[in-house]
């Protein structure tokens, strides 16, 4: 059996981005976990008598910190890094950016 392997690509793309997708619903079944994990003591219980507050409090929490940390992350630059160590590690990028040095410095010395 042929397979085509820019199908496979595609179907890699597809699932990579389904992946952040199923990484919010997982949050969200966190949260459910985590309240009845709580429900026994005094502060689990206000939480599940008042989850019309509650929950809402806790999912406007939730888009806060994620702001917060996505504006950190920015910042500091952690993600561009990672990108960098990990072009760095890919053969196929790694030559990509070779390549593209010797074509700046080819471009540089014909200037001269």
Request: glycine share 6%; hydrophobic share 45%; net charge positive.
């Amino acid at each position: 059996m042929k397979v085509n392997k820019s199908t496979l690509i595609r179907w890699k793309i597809y699932i990579d981005r389904a992946r952040m997708y199923i990484g919010y619903i997982q949050f969200l079944m966190l949260i459910v976990v985590f309240i009845n994990s709580i429900k026994g003591n005094t502060y689990g219980r206000l939480l599940v008598d008042y989850s019309f507050i509650s929950i809402p409090l806790l999912f406007i929490v939730f888009i806060g910190s994620s702001l917060a940390l996505g504006y950190f992350d920015s910042k500091l630059g952690i993600r561009s890094e990672e990108m960098r160590n990990m072009s760095n590690a890919n053969p196929v990028q790694r030559e990509i950016l070779e390549t593209i040095r010797e074509l700046k410095e080819e471009l540089k010395n014909r200037k001269e």
